[in-house]
């Protein structure tokens, strides 16, 4: 039995490893927004009361369960988005250690995936994806073109300037035909990013998806908003987030079945 776990503890550390993360996501995900205040100052502490928050009451997911998702100052309820995020954070990172291997290609991934998380949630609270993310974000995926097996610098270039340029271009299409913007330059940015990542093939993948996801969502809420109707205010940042997470994972998977199922057709 013993002998039989000893292959598990690597994604065991992994997976503590993807917790301790997103405990620090959640840090972004609140203070990014705000813009003045640092990672470090002021500390941890209790929106409701202001007490600071112990390291032991700070543990991913743990410490939640322990309090039983309240302060343990004033009792007042923590948010479940917190250990959720921690979980989620766990959760990517061994699926890219299993999926990749312990490789730098997993590392760049899971980091990937975790940026992508707090995009998400900034930008469905905020209707924003701050700059501080995006830019830097694509000079480090052209970096990691060298460091991913399936992708050269050549692709990773491409990639920026059919993500954020495409996007630019659909974006200006729709303020010519509606008179308005459809779409922030925060997404322009976002799939140039995701585009240095992925290249030419991922980042059209990931419009597709994107754009799917969100028209089934779109069709759920329109109804739902009739007094908004066409002019209900959707953030797209979550939606091309959750169409790079499938690309990372099954992206080929599905490209590949996909041109087996044209080509049969023709």
Not at 97 to 112: P, R
Not at 177 to 197: C, P, Q, S, T, Y
Request: proline share 5%; glycine share 12%; charged share 10%.
């Amino acid at each position: 039995m013993t002998n039989a776990l000893i292959p598990m503890l690597p994604y065991f550390f992994v997976l503590v490893f993807g917790l301790v993360i997103g405990s620090f996501l959640n840090v972004c995900i609140y203070r990014i927004p705000e813009g003045g205040l640092s990672f470090n100052e002021p500390r941890s502490h209790c929106p409701h009361c202001n007490a600071q928050i112990a390291f032991y009451d700070n543990l991913p997911v743990v410490s939640y369960i322990l309090l039983r998702g309240k302060c343990r100052a004033c009792k007042a309820g923590i948010a479940l988005r917190y250990p959720l995020v921690e979980l989620a954070s766990g959760i990517f990172a061994v699926a890219c250690a299993i999926n990749f291997g312990l490789t730098w290609a997993a590392l760049v991934y899971f980091v990937l995936i975790a940026t992508l998380l707090v995009i998400t949630f900034i930008d469905l609270d905020h209707m924003i994806i701050p700059n501080v993310i995006t830019l830097p974000g694509i000079p480090i995926g052209i970096a990691a073109s060298f460091l991913l097996p399936d992708l050269t610098l050549k692709q990773s270039l491409i990639g920026v300037l059919v993500g954020g340029g495409g996007l630019f271009a659909v974006s200006e299409l729709f303020l010519l035909i509606r008179g308005k913007e459809g779409m922030g330059m925060g997404d322009v940015k976002l799939l140039a990013m995701l585009g240095a990542f992925f290249g030419f093939k991922g980042v059209l993948f990931t419009i597709m998806a994107g754009a799917f996801v969100g028209t089934i969502v779109g069709l759920i809420l329109i109804p739902l908003n009739r007094s908004k109707g066409l002019d209900l205010r959707i953030p797209f940042g979550p939606f091309l987030a959750s169409g790079a997470m499938v690309y990372i994972f099954w992206g080929e998977f599905l490209i590949t079945k996909y041109l087996e199922y044209a080509r049969g057709g023709l």
